[in-house]
């Protein structure tokens, strides 16, 4: 059976636009159910001639079922193909948080509130070996002190902080034993359709899940959509443009970087050099001053020669004159 590859931003948003296949997969990934769903917002644009390109982005407002009764969501699911989108996964995430939507209370009042968020993020590389193909960061109340688990959810918490789920494409596996896998599977890249990868080879035209072969058939009707071929055709040329610009800034980068390293050294050379100057104009005045103290030494050794020299003439005219006397007085006996 072939398929229009759903990695693809159009291929994407075509599938999500049924609401009922949009809340058959989150309520899979999300493993709940949504009770009420409605798009909050959605952006996916291409043009080729100025190369300009909105990213795939989709939320949806959302009442599903938890353990402590049912509340109102904003689930925003997003999809990057290259490292860079990270930085604007963050971005949509800020937006979320300044997000404020129309709810009912208790009493049919409209409020407008910050919803608690939930994110679900397809990536079309691996971002990390360690992790599966899909996965959840679940958070969990602790007691500080003692490390207990907390069975209760704090409104204020929850629209502070949020779940996230996560997919990389490239890890997922080819098995089925669950709906959840099986959907999953269906973005595999294993088997393309045709050179440029618009299309996917899968087994078998339907499932035992209903939700599964309305997905496969939706997606089968787009493999024919002139207007999905074009886009997808301008987003391989805008990711390839992209692609292009990344890696020749990476370049140039890096040479900005050996550049940078190489003037380093050269500094660091420059300070060692002039350090070894300084060292040996040191040495030099240190050898100087040496030489001065044994050249002082000398003339005080040589002084103290002179006057040892000294000391001993007046020593031995001291003995002479001695003599000389004691010789007069014994002639004058």
Known sequence: MLIA??????????????????????????????????????????SRED????????????????????????????????????????????????????????????????????????FGYSIDARLPGAFKIDRRYLDLITGEELPVRCDVMERLTH???????????????????????IFRQDHYGDEAGHTLIVEGDSSKYALITDILHNLTRLVESP??????????????????G??????ELNIAKREAERGRLEEKRKREEAERGREEEQRKREEAERGREEEQRKREEAEREREEEQRKREDAERKIAAAEAEIKRLRAL
């Open 227 to 244: 207007e999905v071929q074009r886009s997808m055709a301008i987003e391989d040329e805008m990711y390839a443009a992209l692609a292009g």
């Open 5 to 46: 590859n759903p990695t693809y931003d159009i291929v994407f948003k075509k599938l999500m636009e049924d609401l009922n296949i949009a809340r058959g997969i989150l309520e899979l990934i999300l493993a709940t159910t949504i009770e009420q769903i409605e798009f909050a917002s959605q952006e996916f644009t291409a």
């Open 163 to 185: 779940d996230a789920y996560a997919v990389q494409i490239p890890r997922l596996n080819n098995q089925h034993r669950s709906a959840v896998e099986e959907l999953l599977a």
């Open 246 to 251: 990344i890696a020749e800034k990476t370049r």
């Open 51 to 122: 190369l300009s390109l909105t990213y795939f982005r989709l939320d949806f407002k959302a009442r599903i079922k938890t353990p402590d009764g049912a509340k109102n969501v904003l689930i925003e699911m997003q999809k990057g193909k290259l490292s860079t989108d990270i930085d604007r996964f963050r971005a949509y995430l800020a937006e979320e948080y300044r997000r404020l939507c129309e709810v009912r209370d208790a009493h049919g009042e409209v409020q407008r509130l910050g919803l608690p968020i939930i994110t679900i993020y397809f």
